[in-house]
């Protein structure tokens, strides 16, 4: 078959070019292994029940949104195929080839990189699995063993997704060779794409593209009751809008404005890379606002992490802060239960207080919750004193009211000034909703509301009155010894009637939110790794597109240095521009899960942009070895040497 | 011969290809240009005039033989130097005009010059002194596939002299034209090479393109066969050219 000589010929050859690109895609075929090999394993299964359950839907959500980027990449990598496919194609015309046969060579070219791609991505996806799998539990903090097992399935599963997606985009390919006329191979070139801009559009794109971004930024941080949600949902709606608009619409403004500034622009290279600039933009304008998007994702994605683990650690102290938690009728619960504790622990601290719980039909509130209670406030006041909690509210009013609410993930509900609540036909203002835990435990089952102690003696004959006993030992290691002892002092008949509950530091049903954690990092890495790789392979790709270009310009005597000043300067921009238009950007999307997860987050937006910055610093100077390589514009200056 | 040497070749050879394809296209070309000419080398196709011409202008090097640019030896000057060297003395144009389509015509032609430095403000004047003097200067901010190509070759010699080379090289530079746009370009060259701003070598295989040339080269076989210099009118020069061109066909030495 000569076809097949012929083809393998080629890939030998271009090998080394296409280098980079096959490692892309083995890359991503890497990362989908190895998430479809943590949903396929068991490793989660130690966690309990509804923690892996969890775990194992996100992980398929990650699955899926790493299938969308393979997506993309591959249609990149083929479209860097294809363009050098085409401009070789004159060659094949005049050898005789007709284009099935340039089309078929094309096919046969791609599958063979494809394959080699794959090959190249299952191995090193099956070498990196069990590091995969323990970076991954070891960064969520989880303690699980892991046995090096690998089953089939994650392989044939990643190998089918990928095969699918790659021959459909290598037989648009061929479509798309055999389709094209002659001509369009033979003088390959692109004379007629124009630079020029419909000014009014442009005009109008810039306007509405502003306009539409900051809406978004002011949606993004806006204080909100109940509407904050749809306020956050509408603003990444709106953000994503606002920077297509503003790509294709305020950025080459600025630059073709730039460019019809002679005394700017006939400055150093300026002349050169602004006016390429300015053409690739309106060629590829998209690209970048997606590159934009997917650094925007990604730096909200390490903050919402990041905020998580500090909910997360932030929640399991909330829970902690007792030990030994009763809800009982009897008032002197304390004498009987204090001794049996410190038969095996001490206490480290402890504290009383009286609660009334009311019939949830009583209360109006915003949102309806199962069990409502009241405490008199200066009995809150005096057990914070005695526990050492902050407790800074002056007494309420008799129509105000306070509220004990316990650690939520995120609260949607970013503005707490209006609250009101009704008791009975009588409605309170809420002054204050506050998540230190004077309840520890019981506040997460309860909610509690703080008025001043005349009103709570006005309410106590609508409903009963408690008291709550809370511990905490200093040792949380001998928790077991006392617990078995105090369940079997706790009874529930009717005079004596007490509930119990244990905060076992160990036991956690939240652990999940470790592992999205780990996730949310790993989720960030990936946004910027497809950013930066999209960039590199789109000015691959332009390289080759704009060797003739390059060609002339060497024609009229511009030297290799200027050329290659021109294009550290150009590809400079097309990094820059995504990542200036992201900075504000992630600025207000991290502002905004600040208020939601009320978590300072502004040192993970410094540090998530610092890494950006490292990451596209780095594509950035790979790009322009590979674009001055591949426009010719370093062979050019060597082949002058000999 | 009116003024200094711009370039000067011996015993130019060049040859192609390795072994069994070895072609030699130049057999030993002599040649000197100074200051104030306009030179149009004429010759068959496959004659080697672009091969010339590319020696000439330091882009290929020759087999054997020197050429000398503006009192250096090609030969001798590092890459560096050959590359300024290009920049500074010497323009070129082509027959396919070779303008870069993502710019506009003013910025094609002040490319060259902006790129080494100048301050942009005499850029900008000098794109102005030659639009007017090609008359192109409404068509400043087109872009080339919006103009003819006669406007675009204009526009390509525009380029290559706003450095102020010593020597404007242009391959087949009416090649792609039509007999109007052909007539008002050569009147352009000449005009500039009568004014002193360009000493002009010109390929061509046309006849009525060489005929505003001062002088007239002929490459056949890998040598320069003759030489005719311009007398008294164009059009006695035209046919003194076609004459010759004819009678090289049956390789009747020159008049
Ligand atoms: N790079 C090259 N390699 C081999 N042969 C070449 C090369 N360039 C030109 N030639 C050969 O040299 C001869 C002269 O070419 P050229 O100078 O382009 O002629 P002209 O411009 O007069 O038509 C032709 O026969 C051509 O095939
Ligand atoms: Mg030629």
């Known amino acids: 078959m000569r076809m097949i000589t012929l083809a393998m010929q080629n890939v030998k050859s271009s090998f080394q070019n296409y280098l980079a690109v096959i490692l892309s895609m083995s890359f991503t075929i890497l990362i989908l292994l190895n998430f479809q090999n943590v949903v396929h394993s068991d490793i989660f299964d130690g966690l309990g029940g509804a923690n892996a359950e969890y775990i194992g839907v996100l992980i398929q959500v990650i699955s899926v949104v790493l299938c969308c980027f393979m997506f993309f990449f591959l249609w990149y990598a083929e479209n860097v195929f294809l363009t050098k496919r085409k401009k070789e194609m004159g060659v094949y015309v005049f050898m005789g080839l007709t284009n099935q046969n340039i089309g078929m060579l094309f096919l046969i070219e791609t599958v063979l990189n494809g394959v080699f791609a794959l090959l190249l991505g299952i191995v090193s996806g099956i070498v990196t699995t069990h590091l995969f799998q323990m970076i991954l539990l070891a960064v969520s903090d989880i303690a699980v063993e892991i046995s090096f097992r690998f089953s089939p399935a994650p392989i044939l599963i990643t190998a089918g997704i990928y095969s699918v997606m790659y021959l459909l985009f290598a037989v648009k390919g061929y479509i798309s060779i055999v389709r094209s006329s002659v001509l369009d191979m033979v003088s390959a070139s692109r004379k007629k794409e124009a630079v020029i801009q419909n000014r009014f559009l442009l005009l109008l794109k810039t306007v509405f593209g502003l306009g539409i971004l900051s809406v978004g930024y002011y949606m993004a941080v806006k204080e909100g009751g109940q509407e904050v949600m749809g306020n956050v949902l509408a603003a990444v709606v709106l953000v994503i809008i606002g920077i297509y608009l503003l790509f294709g619409g305020a950025l080459p403004a600025l630059l073709l404005g730039l460019a019809k500034q002679k005394r700017i622009l006939y400055r150093h290279e300026r002349n050169l890379w602004v006016n390429q600039l300015i053409f690739q933009m309106k060629k590829n304008y998209r690209t970048y606002a997606m590159t934009c998007v997917l650094l925007l994702c990604s730096v909200t994605a390490l903050a919402t992490g990041f905020a998580m683990k500090s909910r997360y650690a932030g929640m399991v102290h909330f829970r902690n802060t007792y030990t030994f938690q009763f809800l009982s009728n009897q008032k002197e619960l304390d004498r009987v239960v204090r001794p049996l504790i410190e038969q095996d622990n001490s206490i480290a601290y402890a504290s009383e207080i009286s609660v009334l719980t009311l019939d949830a039909s009583l209360f109006e509130t915003r949102f309806t919750y199962g069990n409502y209670a009241l405490l008199p406030w200066s009995q809150v006041k005096a057990l914070a004193e005695g526990v050492g909690l902050e407790f800074d509210f002056a007494p309420p009013e008799d129509d105000e009211i306070l509220k004990a609410s316990h650690m939520y993930m995120l609260s949607l509900i970013t503005d707490h000034s209006a609250e009101r609540v009704v008791i009975d036909g009588k409605t309170y203002r809420q002054t204050a909703d506050t998540n230190v835990p004077y309840l520890g435990y019981f506040q997460e089952l309860m909610s509690f509301y703080i008025v001043n102690d005349a009103e709570y003696e006005r309410l106590l004959p609508y409903g009963q009155e408690w008291h709550a006993y809370n511990y905490r030992i200093a040792d949380l290691e001998q928790l077991a010894a006392s617990a078995d002892k105090l369940k079997a002092a706790v009874s529930h008949t009717k005079e004596n009637d007490t509930a119990m509950a244990v905060v076992d530091p160990e036991s956690s049903d939240i652990a999940w939110i470790k592992v999205l954690y780990t996730i949310c990092i790993f989720m960030f890495l990936v946004f910027v790794l497809a950013g930066g790789s999209i960039v590199f392979m789109k000015l691959y790709n332009d390289a080759l597109e704009e060797k003739e270009r390059y060609q002339i310009l060497r024609k009229i005597g511009v030297s290799e240095k200027t050329l290659k000043k021109s294009i550290v300067c150009e590809l400079f921009m097309m990094y820059a521009m995504p990542f200036s238009v992201m900075l504000p950007s992630a600025y207000f999307s991290v502002h905004a899960l600040e208020k939601m997860m009320d978590t300072n987050l502004m040192p993970i937006y410094a540090g998530s942009v610092g890494v950006i910055l490292a990451i596209l610093l780095l594509f950035y100077w790979r790009s322009v070895s590979a674009y001055v390589k591949h426009t010719g514009v370093e062979e050019a200056g060597r082949s002058f040497c000999k | ?255």
């Open chain 2, 1 to 255: 011969m009116n003024g200094k040497t711009v370039v000067k070749i011996k015993n130019l050879m060049k040859q192609y290809g390795t072994g069994g394809t070895l072609t030699t296209v130049l057999k030993g070309v002599s040649l000197e240009i100074c200051a104030g000419d306009f030179i149009a080398v004429m010759g068959p196709s496959g004659s080697g005039k672009t091969t010339l011409l590319n020696l000439l202008s330091t882009i290929d090097r020759p087999t054997q033989g020197s050429v000398i640019v503006d009192g250096r030896d090609v030969a001798k000057l590092s890459n560096k130097e050959l590359s300024k060297l290009r920049r500074d003395t010497i323009g070129f144009v082509f027959q396919d005009y070779n303008l870069l389509d993502t710019m506009t015509l003013q910025d094609n032609i002040a490319l060259p010059l902006s790129l080494n430095g100048v301050s942009s403000g005499i850029c900008m004047e000098k794109t102005m002194e030659l639009g007017r003097m090609f008359g192109l200067s409404e068509h400043f901010s087109k872009y080339p596939w919006q103009l003819s190509g006669g406007q675009k070759q204009r526009g390509a010699v525009c380029r290559a002299l706003i450095t102020e080379p010593k020597i404007l090289f242009a391959d087949e530079p009416t090649g792609a034209l039509d007999s109007r746009s052909t007539r008002e370009l050569l009147e352009c060259l000449k005009r500039v090479n009568d004014s002193g701003q360009a000493t002009i070598l010109m390929v061509t295989h046309d006849a009525y393109s060489a005929s505003y040339a001062k002088d007239v080269w002929l490459l056949n076989d890998g040598q320069m066969q003759c030489r005719l210099s311009a007398g008294a009118s164009r059009r006695e020069f035209y046919d003194r050219i076609a004459d010759m061109q004819t009678s090289v066909g049956g390789d009747v030495p020159c008049a």
